[in-house]
């Protein structure tokens, strides 16, 4: 591991796991990468995959209408628990875009509700990704008493976006769709808080009261990179934003650094 990152993870205090893969393979860092945390809004990478391999097979469209005003409303990250029209309907593709670009949470629960969670969870065991679970609706905290919770690892994380990029069991144009969505996220003030102006990141969020996480696919002038960065355990929220600010540009004055070299 980079000696910077490593000092900056040895001198907080939570649970880490960081993985940055390089297109060819080769691994930057591995650390922590089998560790299974509680995902917090990762998890909506593997929903949004369920989402799009039904909409692969036939069974759903992009363009199918939603009555979200019909649902039931959630707190939480989003917008649409404070829409105020009436018979607002929504295509599944905006559904998902909210789910991913804000984390929108009553989003994230339509679509768990339109695509099946046992189908999920059939999808994520598909794709092998033993350490990730979702078992419970978002914002469900009845659930979680239960001891019901999402899970996911980063290495399970690098794998959902493998998957986006080349799995061809959904069509290139389904994948390129959800490549997109990543595209524009706007929720940037985790790893990507320090992102260069000539890279791009194509990412997903995700936190709760003691858990930061961020995952998705970098894109330099040369090359492009998976990233998953996940804390848990964390003590105090504020310095572990900052902590994760830092080790995102830590990576990125890694991947420079072995650009430059090459």
Same mark, same amino acid.
């Given at each position: 591991?980079?000696?910077?990152?490593?000092?900056?993870?040895?001198?907080? /205090?939570?649970?880490?796991?960081?993985?940055?893969? =390089?297109?060819?393979?080769?691994?930057?860092?591995?650390? +922590? *990468?089998?560790? =299974?945390?509680?995902?917090?809004?990762?998890?909506?990478?593997?929903?949004?995959?369920?989402?799009?391999?039904?909409?692969?097979?036939?069974?759903?469209?992009?363009?199918?209408?939603?009555?979200?005003?019909?649902?039931?409303?959630?707190?939480?990250?989003?917008?649409?628990?404070?829409?105020?029209?009436?018979?607002?309907?929504?295509?599944?593709?905006?559904?998902?875009?909210?789910?991913?670009?804000?984390?929108?949470?009553? $989003?994230? +629960?339509?679509?768990?509700?339109?695509?099946?969670?046992?189908?999920?969870?059939?999808?994520?065991?598909?794709?092998?990704?033993?350490?990730?679970?979702?078992?419970?609706?978002?914002? /469900? *905290? #009845?659930?979680?008493? =239960?001891?019901?919770?999402?899970?996911?690892?980063? #290495? /399970?994380? &690098?794998?959902?976006?493998?998957?986006?990029?080349?799995?061809?069991? &959904?069509?290139?144009?389904?994948?390129?769709?959800?490549?997109?969505?990543? +595209?524009?996220?706007?929720?940037?003030?985790?790893?990507?808080?320090?992102?260069?102006?000539?890279?791009?990141? $194509?990412?997903?969020?995700?936190?709760?009261?003691?858990?930061?996480? /961020?995952?998705?696919?970098?894109?330099?002038?040369?090359?492009?990179?998976?990233?998953?960065?996940?804390?848990?355990?964390?003590?105090?929220?504020?310095?572990?934003?900052?902590?994760? +600010?830092?080790?995102?540009?830590?990576?990125?004055?890694?991947? =420079? #650094?072995? #650009?430059?070299?090459?």
């Amino acid at each position: 591991m980079d000696n910077k990152i490593f000092e900056i993870i040895n001198s907080f /205090d939570a649970v880490s796991g960081i993985v940055v893969e =390089r297109s060819d393979g080769k691994r930057l860092i591995n650390h +922590n *990468s089998d560790y =299974r945390f509680p995902s917090a809004s990762i998890i909506k990478l593997y929903i949004m995959w369920a989402l799009y391999k039904k909409i692969n097979d036939g069974e759903l469209n992009e363009t199918d209408l939603i009555d979200v005003t019909s649902e039931p409303v959630v707190g939480g990250c989003g917008i649409l628990q404070q829409l105020k029209t009436e018979n607002l309907t929504l295509t599944l593709r905006d559904i998902c875009t909210l789910m991913i670009v804000l984390s929108d949470n009553m $989003a994230t +629960n339509i679509i768990i509700r339109k695509v099946g969670l046992d189908y999920i969870n059939q999808q994520i065991q598909s794709l092998g990704l033993s350490k990730t679970s979702l078992q419970r609706m978002l914002m /469900d *905290s #009845e659930a979680r008493k =239960r001891g019901l919770d999402n899970y996911t690892s980063p #290495e /399970d994380s &690098i794998s959902i976006l493998k998957a986006i990029l080349f799995d061809d069991s &959904i069509s290139r144009d389904l994948r390129s769709s959800m490549l997109e969505i990543l +595209n524009g996220q706007i929720l940037t003030n985790h790893v990507a808080h320090n992102l260069p102006l000539d890279y791009k990141f $194509a990412h997903k969020t995700g936190n709760l009261a003691a858990t930061l996480h /961020d995952v998705g696919i970098l894109y330099t002038p040369n090359d492009f990179y998976y990233i998953s960065v996940m804390l848990d355990e964390i003590t105090n929220i504020v310095e572990g934003k900052k902590v994760i +600010n830092s080790i995102g540009e830590s990576i990125f004055t890694m991947i =420079r #650094e072995v #650009e430059n070299k090459e």
